[in-house]
Each structure stands twice: as C-alpha cells, then as structure tokens.
C-alpha cells in the first residue's frame, strides 16, 4: 500500500524568506512524486513531479523539491516566498513497481500562508 | 501543460433533484478520468476512477447508484448526483490522466461547486 505524509497543516513565512512544505512517503517499488497547488474555490494546478533522474526537480512558479530515497521525503521548496504563494499545496504518490496502484494517493494537504 | 474543464463551475439546487457535471480533457484524449470530491480545509476524497467505454470503478463508501459516472468518450466524463441532498453540497473535482510517452500526470478541472438547499 502507499501512503503520503504532510506532517504539517499550516506553513507560515514571511515574505522573501525561504519555504519548506514537508512531504514524506511510503511505496512498496519505485515512486512517481508530485506537486500540487490549490487557490481557494480552485482545482487542483499541477506543479512538479519526480520520476527518475535528477533528485532536485525544479518547476512552475520558482518551485523546486528534492527527492531523497533514504529519507522517503519529497519536500517542496522555494528559495524567496511571495504573498501569492499562500495556497493549499498537496503531495501526492504513486507507485510504480510492478503490482502497484495506479491512483496517485494525495496527502492531506498544507496551507501555506505568506505574510507581507 | 494539458487542460481539463469542468461545467458548471458553481451550482444551486433544490433537494431532491439531479445534477449533472461534466468534465472535458480539452487538448488531450483521456482513457482514465478520475472524479475526487472535497470538503472545506480537507483533502481530496477520490470518489471513483472512470474508463471510457466501461463501468467506473468506486471507492468504497461511494454509493454508485447516487453518484452515477458516465465516460463516453475519450475527453468527456459526466458526474450526475441524483436526489441530491444538502449532505451532498460540496466541491466536486474531477482529473484526467495524460500520457506523455511512458510517463503519466494528472491534470485537474477547476472544480464545481455544489450547494443543494
């Protein structure tokens, strides 16, 4: 079975500052890692996703996050925080070793909130 | 990136009657459509997964006769909510699965936001 972890509800963090949104995971084989962000009263946009490769995946608006196999963590990262990131972001994994579930399986979700 | 639509966006009904949504993959063709539904603050619930051209295959808990998915072509895929009740008021979001060579993302509508009164 597979499983996400978002360890933390709410993200604070000033403006300009650095942000981590946490996401750890669990998979039976390979995984597939995503990103996603949602606006109020918005779906889902997706961000970025790891398959294989590079440990640091880089994608829309500034956003990065590193894998980290030993650590099965796939934390969101941004280098300078802007007002307009406060959103509520969603990790997601999907396994894909033989057998494995098709169906991403989403964590439960982190507001993150900007402060000017 | 690939972009998939939801109509309507916002719905107002009356207890008891039938709402359809419909969820369009608009520059790609999706073979699996998937339909989440999400409650304030929370994540997302995945309700059922959606084949063209066969049956949806629920998540348990989901009650198929009160959720009725239709998938009839590779980028349509309806959620008709029958009787729905003020219970079913919430945010209805739908994804469709694109394929890019051996690599797949999910890309997700807007949202339909249901209220039934």
């Known amino acids: 079975a597979q499983s996400v972890a978002q360890p933390e509800d709410q993200v604070n963090v000033a403006e300009g500052n650095p942000l981590t949104v946490k996401c750890t995971y669990s998979?039976?084989?390979?995984?597939?890692l995503f990103w996603y962000v949602q606006y109020p009263n918005r779906g889902l946009q997706f961000l970025l996703k790891?398959?294989?490769?590079?440990?640091l995946v880089k994608g829309s608006y500034g956003f990065e996050a590193e894998f980290n196999k030993s650590q099965t963590s796939f934390h969101l990262k941004k280098p300078s925080a802007l007002v307009s990131d406060s959103a509520l972001y969603f990790c997601?994994?999907?396994?894909?070793?033989?057998?494995?579930?098709?169906?991403?399986?989403f964590g439960r979700g982190t507001s993150l909130i900007v402060h000017p | 990136g690939a972009v998939v639509s939801q109509h309507p966006s916002r719905v107002i009904c009356k207890s008891g009657t039938s709402v359809k949504i419909e969820c369009r993959s608009l520059?790609?063709?999706?073979?699996?459509m998937f339909w989440y539904r999400q409650f304030p603050k929370k994540s997302l619930m995945l309700m059922a997964t959606?084949?063209?051209?066969?049956?949806?295959?629920?998540e348990q808990g989901v009650e198929k006769d009160k959720f009725l998915i239709n998938h009839a072509s590779l980028t349509l895929s309806t959620l008709t909510v029958t009787s729905a009740h003020p219970e079913d008021s919430s945010f209805y979001i739908c994804?469709?699965?694109?394929?890019?060579?051996?690599?797949?993302?999910?890309?997700f509508g807007p949202g339909t936001r249901l209220l039934v009164l």
């Open positions: 994804s469709a699965t694109y394929m890019t060579g051996n690599q797949e993302t999910q890309y």
């Open positions: 998979v039976s084989g390979n995984p597939y």
């Open positions: 790891y398959i294989t490769g590079d440990n």
């Open positions: 997601a994994v999907r396994d894909r070793g033989p057998g494995g579930s098709y169906i991403p399986t």
């Open positions: 520059d790609f063709q999706a073979t699996t």
């Open positions: 959606s084949n063209e051209g066969s049956k949806a295959t629920y």
